[in-house]
């Protein structure tokens, strides 16, 4: 049995492998960082790169990452604080009067494959839920998903009312009508035309 | 022999299992409607809600598909253009609801009320398109929550045929009918229609539901439509779509039904593939299409009249996907005896924009298809017997009277494909379909002449507005 075991059944979207692999590593003594980083985060890199490449299929990288995730719940207890398991907090939603949840859902899951720690407030959120949330949580990125033009602007109280609270949370912004010239005019740290690449922008932030 | 081609052939024992297989789901996951004003009407008549879950029982989906119409008639400004739904012909209005417009460079802009207006001015002087679109672009140069009355008063005023009112929210809906009743006053007869749709899986939008509600109680017909994106809002597979649109659908009609029996319906569900590698949504799809076939005769199942997706496509130019993906999705509707499209001129990626050009190329498209779905005439005159046998084997039909009366009109003629030999259309000074499209353009936008309106009304109409605007 090896790490790398571990890291061929993420691949492979084989949670029952990845659980059982993680257990007995775990017993057998294996270092507990090798089986995380080398095993379990490795590989869900690697299925970034695949998904991102379009070998992978969006409901693949979604049961990789699942995988992932059950692995590293076997690990968690075991894990001391310096080995956090999280990237960090992304609170997200889909802003006020806006129900359009598809691209969210899908950004908030990639997200969370990456291994942050994601707080999905829904859709139709307000502002005030943003920011409440996001100092509950101690959250790195707010993470706001519109898709009618007429709900952008709920983006930009959104965004105002981060910095009124004087937060260092970041803001990133995203969803069919969004541009980045409108995520310059709102203040907003970020904006991504897709899931991949609000993922990057998210470690780009955190980093 | 049996032809089996997939999406003609249905049994009614398949359409018994898609209905009966929606009433399981009706009575055992219910419909969720987050409007108290919603749950108050199905609780006063009865019905089982567990907080704003609602349970159908089979008798009060039949009863309420008991007193929809088969078919109703939308008056228009202008009577010789009101139309019939229901009625055998089919019914086509523009885009709905795209934010932006893509121009012949590629580049994307936002769309303004001038956009909404020169659309207009197309619609008013389309041979194809029989009634307006509520939302044919989404304006950005106005406020969002007073949009839908500089759309309604901008179609009204430049067009007179039939109008959708609005479902943005419950306030819209009230205002359009208000100026509705400004052009037919206090009346029950249909002189709106309306989008209603839901949000997939199984549950309505309160706006949504409370717009639905409003039309209703005023007998305007609401399309009542669902759709869920496959592999992600609803099952992957065709049947399991099918299904899960269907109960959500049969849900909003009951309300409809309950508020006032005999309100006119259009029967509409979709459904389009996930794009696998990104999670996006698929408008124009083989998939969709078939959706399309299937949804028409469920709706003949049900008797009442029913709505297909239009000229979609996943393009952004008018190239050769564009024209391949939007016949596709209109021929299916076409043949299948869909009763009304939406969104069959005009639009480019995803329902995301709509192109000028684009709208000139699908009325092709769209007359060709009209003219398609004519039945053919079989009268004595059309066998033209006397004529054949007059000729025999040398004759020559370009110099007969029966060609001479018909040359005009027997053939659809395009107004943007070209039918030129090589060398014409070599020498042709704009070559590219959407240059073609440009000059036409031009021409119909400067040729255009607003319609009669009474300056009363009109007053009437523009004073409505501002008020409520607050200018
Ligand atoms: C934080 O950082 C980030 C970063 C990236 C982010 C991000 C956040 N969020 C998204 N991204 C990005 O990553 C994702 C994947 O890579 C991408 O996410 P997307 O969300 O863009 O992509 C998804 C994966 C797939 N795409 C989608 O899911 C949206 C598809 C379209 C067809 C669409 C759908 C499906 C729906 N709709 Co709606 N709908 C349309 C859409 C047209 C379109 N092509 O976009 C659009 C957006 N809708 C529109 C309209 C008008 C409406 N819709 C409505 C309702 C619905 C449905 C319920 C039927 C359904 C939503 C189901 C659901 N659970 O979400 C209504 C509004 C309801 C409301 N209050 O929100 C209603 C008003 C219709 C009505 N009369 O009821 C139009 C918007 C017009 C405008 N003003 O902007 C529209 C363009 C379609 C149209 N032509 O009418 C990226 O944008």
Redesign the interface.
Known sequence: MTVKEIFDAVLAFDEATVTGKTQAELDGGTDIDAILNDGLISAMDEVGERFSSGELFVPEMLMAAQAMKAGLAILKPHLSAGQSQSKGVVVIGTVKGDLHDIGKNLVSMMMEGAGFEVVDLGVDVESEAFVKTAAEKNAQVIALSALLTTTMPSMESTVKAVKEAGMATRTIIGGAPVTQAFADQIGADGYSADAPGAVKLVKELVA | MMINRAIINFDKSILDQIHNRSLELLQDCGIRFPSEKALEVFRSKGFRANGQTVYFEEKAIIDALGTVPAQFTIKARNPEKSICIGGGDYMMAPGYGP??IIETTGEKR?ATLEDVHKFCKLVQTSKCLDFNSSIVV?P?DVP?ET?HLDILLGTILLTDKPLMGST?SEVAALDSLRLAEKIWGNTNDPVMISLVDS?SPLQY?DESVESLMVYAKAGQPVVVHSAC?L???GPITIAGSLVISNATTLAGICLSQLLNPGTPIVYGLGGSP?E????G?VNASPEDAKHTAIVTALARYYGIPCRSQGALTESFCLDYQAGMESAMMMTTAALSGVDVSLHTCGTYGSM?AMSFEKFIADEDLCGSLKKLIKPVEFSEEAFAMDLIKELGTSGNYLMQNHTMKRCRTAFFEPVLSTRAIHIKWQQMELREMDKRAGKILADRLSSYEKPDIDPMLERDLVRYVEQRKGV
């Open positions: 934010p932006f936002d989404q950005n969002t949009a943005s949000l939008a994106s592999g992600t809002t996930t696998m590698r990104t999670g949504y995301l």
